[in-house]
């Protein structure tokens, strides 16, 4: 792909402009890609499917007459560059264009990036004293774990942004530098000790051994949004701790699956004066790909979390005030709105197939101070606390499955992370498929997982449900 920003007449839908995130021969930032006379074809073409694409909807400065986003990683993705050398603008970066849709600034966070360490949360705009001055600035929360504080006027650094050496592997033309904020990372930005395993933090430097690596291309904050409050002046994160073993795609050897890693998130504010973290609290599942957070005038932060549980902290201390289970996966932005002089706070609960892998539904929950229980509109009732599913531990008999309805929910659910058949999937989770394992070790497993595996309550899968599974991967020896 090769990204862009198109501009539409509201009215009539006619094209009004569009910006290329990856510049064509000649335009500004062509530099920074092979030249489209370069010998090698793939090179040549390299920028016509050079990815940048733009991953939300953009922010817009009707002052400044601006209009800003980011943007994803270069294509070719993470471990198989070896036709794009240079910096790849503009993929990983912050870009500032005026409302007629010509370039205005960019910011590039990463330079040629190999890891996926992208930019997929949206930006936000938010003014804030620096050195008794007001300024208009510009943040964004990356896969780098990093939060980008900038002058929105001009794309500078707010506080300071260092580039540092990085390590080199002349053969994915590694760049000699990268970005490094100051302040605080809102997550580990290296790995834990694994036994057997080579360990390389941020920047590290990916080649033909398996090495593991943190942060992982699928963590960080992601594509949820994080949120500012003008009222505590700090800005609030999620990410996701998702340590990844990684190799250079054609590679003969292979990297293993780093079992016995944990998977985690981080819920932090960052006091943008500083870029450090004011209070951090540690979440049992790695959310950079879920809700993020809302921030409210009343001085609450909404949040949901895979397993169903939509919550709400307190600005300030970070201490979790209130939650409800809501059935399936909370894994979509939190909104507000206001109705007739009631406040709502609205959440879809609809699960997400890629990664968490929370529960599938189709519900929208909003809550007031109006509401209760006792009043909530329609048929649903409210899911009971999760059980831990261990009352099959101790023989009882398990309910009969059948294998035809397993299939259906293993597709949904546990598919894409264990593949199709159980066969073990593509980067963490073992082969299931013909499980030796008894019924009341299946299921406790499934209610309470070792590790990277989210759990699966009866409020997400009921018994039946499992031992459905539980018959459908029998069936595939
Ligand atoms: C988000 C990815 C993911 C999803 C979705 C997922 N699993 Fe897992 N599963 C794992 C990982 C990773 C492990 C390895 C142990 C751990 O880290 O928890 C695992 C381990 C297991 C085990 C233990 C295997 C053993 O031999 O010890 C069972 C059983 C299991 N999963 C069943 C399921 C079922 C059934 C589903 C769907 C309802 C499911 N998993 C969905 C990632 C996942």
């Known amino acids: 792909m090769r990204g862009q920003l198109t501009a539409l007449d509201a009215k009539t839908g006619k094209e009004l402009w569009h910006f290329w995130t990856v510049p064509g021969p000649g335009e500004k930032g062509s530099e920074t890609w092979p030249s489209p006379n370069d010998p090698d074809p793939a090179r040549a073409k390299a920028y016509l499917h050079g990815g940048a694409t733009i991953w939300q909807t953009p922010a817009v400065d009707p002052e400044l007459g601006l209009i800003y986003f980011s943007t994803g990683n270069p294509g070719p993705a993470a471990g198989s560059d070896f036709n794009r050398p240079g910096d790849n603008l503009y993929s990983a970066s912050i870009v500032a264009l005026h409302l007629d849709g010509t370039y205005a600034w960019h910011f590039q966070a990463v330079h040629h990036d190999l890891w996926d360490f992208d930019l997929p949360s949206p930006v936000v705009l938010f003014d804030q004293v620096y050195n008794g001055e007001m300024r208009k600035a510009i943040a964004e929360a990356a896969k780098t774990g990093w939060v980008y504080l900038l002058d929105r006027t001009n794309g500078k650094p707010l506080i300071g942004i260092d580039e540092k050496p990085v390590e080199q592997l002349a053969k994915v033309a590694s760049s000699p530098t990268q970005p490094y904020p100051v302040g605080d990372a809102v997550m580990p930005q290296c790995p834990p000790e694994l036994p057997g395993w080579v360990g390389k933090c941020i920047f590290g430097a990916i ?4 090495i593991l690596m943190a942060p992982g291309g699928n963590g960080g904050p992601n594509w949820a949004p994080m949120a500012y409050s003008p009222d505590t002046g700090y800005l609030y994160v999620t990410a996701a701790v998702r340590p990844q073993s990684r190799i250079l795609s054609g590679s003969p050897k292979k990297a293993d699956l780093p079992i016995g890693v944990k998977y985690s998130g981080t ?4 006091d943008p004066r500083t870029n450090k973290i004011v209070w951090q609290d540690k979440m049992p599942y790695s959310i950079g790909q879920g809700s993020g957070t809302l921030a409210t005038a009343g001085g609450l932060l909404f949040h949901g979390e895979p397993d169903g549980n939509v919550q709400a902290y307190d600005a ?3 201490t979790r005030l209130w939650q409800w289970q809501t059935g399936a996966g909370a894994d979509a932005p939190a909104i507000t709105y206001e109705i007739d002089g009631v406040q709502y706070v609205a959440i879809a609960s609809g699960g997400v197939a890629i990664q968490t892998s929370s529960a599938n539904g189709d519900m929208v929950w909003a809550f007031s101070l109006e509401g209760s229980p006792g009043n909530r509109l329609g048929e649903f009732q409210a899911p009971k606390p999760p059980a831990t599913g261990v009352e099959y531990a101790g023989g009882a008999v398990a309910p009969k499955g059948s294998a035809d309805a397993g299939k259906i929910t293993f597709d949904k659910t546990c598919s894409s992370c264990h593949g199709a058949t159980g066969q073990g999937g ?16 299946f299921i406790h497993l499934v209610r309470q997982p070792a590790d990277q595996m989210i759990p699966f309550p009866p409020t997400i899968l009921s018994d039946q449900d499992i031992a459905d599974i539980y018959a459908y991967l029998q069936s595939q020896k």
């Open 267 to 270: 819920y932090t504010a960052i």
């Open 316 to 318: 300030k201390t970070g």
């Open 426 to 441: 593509p980067t963490t989770a073992p082969r299931i498929g013909g499980t030796a394992l008894l019924f009341g070790t």
């Open 207 to 210: 080649g033909d051994d398996p």
